[in-house]
């Protein structure tokens, strides 16, 4: 796996380089302190993944996927955020990145985290995007007044079963979980999940459950 590390903080980047570079399967093939560079670097080499951290100087973060994403072919994005900085995270997150992963995240789930962006795996776990959707509760209504959107023409084409497992899906249930409440297989539920994917033109179970929220399929809890 090729990775591009985009953060203003040289310590920082020199430690993931350390942790990635170790790896047998992973190198590091290119580094850059700001997202405006980041883009020069990434037009110079290629790259599988982007660990991209959200505020940088000249081009932060969420502008750095969103240009990336819209260009097409280019690396998967793990944006890289602290507990108090959700609110770029779920910019990140609608801006096409594939998850986020906090800074201080130990060695392991860093890994992890790279290897299943790799693969085409969305990284934030369900229940964590969940939060995040009920802490922005006010960017997914389409009014003030907290009325959902109506659901767009696009959700006709899921089938009532496919429209039931994406509303579970968005209560922040695994693939395990939802088929335990559904009483069908995984392996059903993994099929239900793609099937709801291509339907809906989506790029991963992120967008999906930003999707259930904001077409209020699934009520955003208010506190």
């Known amino acids: 796996m090729r990775v591009v590390l985009v953060d203003d903080q040289e310590l920082v980047r020199a ?3 350390m942790v990635l570079n170790a790896q047998p399967d992973i190198r590091v093939v290119g580094e850059a302190g700001d ?17 991209v951290d959200v505020r940088m100087p000249r081009l932060d973060g969420v502008e750095l996927t969103r240009r990336v994403r819209a260009a097409g072919g ?5 944006i890289l955020t602290t507990f108090d900085l959700d609110e770029y995270a779920f910019a990140a997150l609608e801006a096409g990145a594939s998850g986020f992963l906090l800074k201080d995240a130990r060695p392991t789930d860093l890994l992890s985290a790279i290897r299943a962006v790799h693969s085409g ?13 009920n802490r922005f509760a006010g960017r997914l209504t389409a009014e ?36 335990a409440r ?3 297989s995984e392996a ?7 099937r709801i ?3 809906l033109g989506l790029r991963d179970r992120i967008q999906a459950v930003v999707l259930a929220y904001r077409t209020g399929l699934v009520e955003v809890p208010r506190t």
């Open 35 to 51: 997202g405006a560079a980041a883009l020069e670097v990434l037009r110079r080499v290629r790259a599988d993944v982007a660990l």
């Open 74 to 78: 280019g690396p998967r994005v793990l």
């Open 144 to 179: 003030d007044t907290g009325r959902p959107a109506a659901p767009p023409p696009a959700l006709d084409a899921l089938t009532p079963r496919e429209r039931e497992v994406l509303a579970v899906v968005a209560e922040g249930l695994s693939n395990g979980e939802i088929a």
């Open 197 to 199: 994917l291509l339907k």
């Open 182 to 184: 559904l009483c069908v």
């Open 188 to 194: 059903t539920v993994k099929t239900h999940v793609r």
């Open 15 to 17: 430690g993931f380089r």
């Open 121 to 133: 795996d969305a990284v934030v776990a369900p229940s964590t995007t969940r939060r995040l959707l």
